[in-house]
């Protein structure tokens, strides 16, 4: 896997997880609602990690910048 996400958009994505993990444990999100964004919450900190999203891949969408190789 070739990465294609640049350092703003992982922070962007860990940022909105950790407000996404905060809002449903203290209770503001719940239910069904509050599972499924805490799934999504957790799969924007693994694709932080691994710095690659499989929903860019088909698009050919690289928010990471090129190395130009001289």
């Known amino acids: 896997m070739k990465k294609n996400m640049g350092k703003a958009d992982r922070i962007i994505r860990v940022i909105i997880a950790a407000i996404v993990g905060v809002l449903y444990f ?3 999100i719940s239910g069904t609602l509050g599972i499924v964004l805490l799934v999504f919450a957790g799969v924007f900190v693994l694709t932080s990690l691994i710095s690659f999203c499989p ?5 050919g969408i690289r928010t990471c910048p090129l190395n130009e190789k001289k």
Do not use: D, S, V
């Open 26 to 28: 203290t209770g503001t």
């Open 55 to 59: 929903l860019y891949a088909p698009f």
